[in-house]
Structure formats: C-alpha cells, structure tokens
Nanobody, 125 residues
C-alpha cells in the first residue's frame, strides 16, 4: 500500500512560481501530478517513473510546469512558473504500480490507484 502526501501549495500572485512536493512511501512505478479546478474533473499535468525514463507532459502541463523526482528521498516535485489565475486548483500527486502501460497511455485519474490529500494553489492579482 503506497502513501502520498503533497505540500507546498499556497497563494501566489500572477506570474509567480511555486514548487509542490510529494512525499511517497510504498512500492510504486509511476507518479503523476494532477489538478482539479472548482467544478471540474482531475486533469493530468505531468508524470514520471522511478526507473529514470523521460517525463511525460500533457498539453496543460508542458511549457510552464516541470516534474522531477529524487529517488533517494522518495520525493516527486512539480515546479510551476509564470502562474496564471486559471492555474488555481487543488493539486494532487498520484501513483500506480507497474502494469505494462506507458505514461502516455495512462492519463486519466482512474488510471492511478494511490492519491494524496491534495494541496491548494491560488493565483490572484
């Protein structure tokens, strides 16, 4: 059973930056960062595996977001820059075990099994 815990959310001005952290425990294969804006479903931003392969970014996550991992600390990060009001959401890290599918094949929230409690990001003027 894996456990995930996000941290690093908060309020930032438009154009600001923030780094979210996800502490993990338990055996997992892939980790993804999702976000959920009010009234919307959870959307994947980026994902990475523990085995050193390249990260995967969705259209929403590319350009301004960078996912990274620290295997020694069992941590995954999401660096966000040039934040906009539409980035306001609850951000979740999620994980799944090895199932033979690539990161690009598993992009829905339902594809991930383990979830953190989320951390809120608010971007305003």
């Amino acid at each position: 059973q894996a456990q995930l815990a996000e941290s690093g959310g908060g309020s930032v001005p438009i154009g600001g930056s923030l780094r979210l952290s996800c502490a993990t425990s338990g055996r997992t294969y892939a980790l993804g960062w999702f976000r959920q804006a009010p009234g919307q479903g959870r959307e994947l931003l980026a994902a990475v595996t523990w085995d050193g392969g390249p990260a995967y970014y969705t259209e929403s996550g590319k350009d301004r977001f960078t996912i990274s991992r620290d295997t020694a600390k069992n941590m995954v990060y999401l660096q966000m820059v040039n934040l906009r009001p539409e980035d306001t959401a609850v951000y979740f890290c999620a994980a799944r075990r090895y199932d033979g599918f690539t990161l690009s094949q598993m992009t829905s929230a339902g594809d991930y099994v383990y979830w953190g409690q989320g951390t809120r990001v608010t971007v305003s003027a």
